[in-house]
């Protein structure tokens, strides 16, 4: 029995020495592999190009993958307020859309003036990407132009060929008798993402999606009166506020004119515009002479409310801090590189002397990672595009080795 129990007492140290030297071995082997693998990550390659200058090429190669697309990113500076107009330049066949607070920002351009409705100020930044990518865009807006209306879902507008017969903001209908245009038909009726109007040949009148703003122009200086209800209180006349008495008779030249009082305001802004008000118990008449470019502009507050819409009108242009430019980049880009092989890849992007691998959110281009060797790795912000005209900030991932 003590034979038998000395023999398993010799087994069990036995044991615990193979252990003991296996764990040896395969430290030293561990370690070994970390010295080789060292020494090769510390290695020297000889190359006349250096892997920044090849992750600068690659950065700028994916880049230009969206050169046909246009990317804004503003921050207001004027003032705040809503409905912004601002200027691009579009081509015919894109499509823009915005964004903001991650919010679709519904716009269209015409003549390169794209029309949102945004709050702009400095903290809240409007991206718009302009694109013949973007193919099954669809916006949804409030305008809609049929039977002789012109609305949104605060603005109903009537109209004929020859006058303005209502204009009704928030229920409440503004006219008191149909406003006359010098106009005798209808060439084209309209309605977009961003806003609608009416082309009456050498008049069109204009109205901005979710806003309650209404354009009248022309193409040659014209006289507009507009026979508005008495329903006001008070009027603006760009530098004093007075109040709207009973046969008043008014003459002036001014850049903005509001009436107000009872919970609706009702701006006209223009650039010296000469201006002529009468007063009845019933009506207040305001005639514009030789005008070609007029907006109406409408809240239910006073005249404060348009202050920053006079300003935007007589400056001509959106006032705003420099554009912030992004590498955007249409997915189907990414899509048609995952297609082809790796040699097309490196020829594609004029990779010699390296192995490359570049991952963009699910997309990855190029060879597997190496763990062991000396890698140079290159990061930078891209946005992807969809056709839906959908965008994801994402991260660019450049990876080079021998």
Excluded at 211 to 225: A, D, F, G, H, V
Aim: charged content about 15%.
């Amino acid at each position: 029995m003590r034979s038998f129990g000395k023999s398993k007492k010799y087994r069990t140290a036995s044991t615990h020495l193979e252990w003991a030297v296996a764990f040896i071995i395969f430290m030293s082997s561990v370690i070994l592999t970390i010295k080789l693998s060292e020494t090769h990550f510390l290695e020297t390659y000889s190359t006349t190009i250096s892997p920044d200058k090849v992750s600068l090429m690659m950065m700028n190669t994916i880049s230009g993958l969206g050169n046909d697309v246009s990317s804004f990113q503003f921050r207001g500076s004027l003032c705040n307020a809503s409905y912004y107009r601002t200027y691009f330049d579009v081509k015919n066949d894109s499509t823009i859309v915005c964004f903001q607070n991650a919010q679709l920002v519904p716009a269209y351009y015409r003549s390169s003036i794209s029309r949102l409705e945004v709050s702009m100020n400095t903290t809240i930044p409007l991206v718009c990407i302009i694109s013949n990518r973007i193919s099954n865009y669809t916006c949804v807006s409030d305008i809609d132009v049929h039977s002789g209306t012109l609305e949104n879902s605060k603005v109903v507008v009537q109209y004929t060929p020859t006058s303005i017969n209502s204009i009704v903001y928030n229920g409440e209908e503004l006219l008191a008798v149909p406003t006359s245009l010098p106009t005798t038909s209808i060439e084209k009726e309209e309605d977009r993402c961003g806003y609608g109007y009416v082309d009456f040949g050498n008049v069109s009148i204009e109205l901005d999606a979710y806003s309650p703003r209404l354009w009248i122009k022309s193409t040659t200086p014209n006289n507009y009166t507009f026979t508005l209800r008495n329903i006001f209180t008070e009027y603006f006349d760009g530098t004093t506020t007075h109040t709207l008495s009973n046969g008043l008779n008014a003459e002036l030249t001014t850049d903005i004119l509001s009436l107000y009082g009872g919970g609706v305001a009702v701006s006209f802004i223009g650039k010296n515009m000469k201006v002529s008000m009468r007063v009845s118990p019933t009506q207040i008449k305001v005639s514009f002479q030789d005008i070609k470019k007029l907006e109406i502009f409408l809240c239910p507050t006073d005249y404060t409310c348009a202050i920053c819409e006079k300003e935007l009108f007589t400056l001509n242009e959106l006032k705003m801090n420099a554009p912030i430019h992004l590498t955007v980049v249409p997915v189907e880009e990414l899509e048609m590189l995952s297609e082809m092989s790796y040699e097309q890849l490196t020829q594609n992007l004029g990779i010699t002397g390296y192995h490359f691998n570049i991952t963009v959110a699910n997309y990855s281009f190029g060879r597997s990672i190496p763990r062991h060797t000396n890698v140079w790795v290159r990061r930078f912000p891209i946005t992807l595009l969809y056709k839906n005209g959908s965008m994801k900030v994402t991260t660019c991932t450049l990876s080079l080795w021998k």
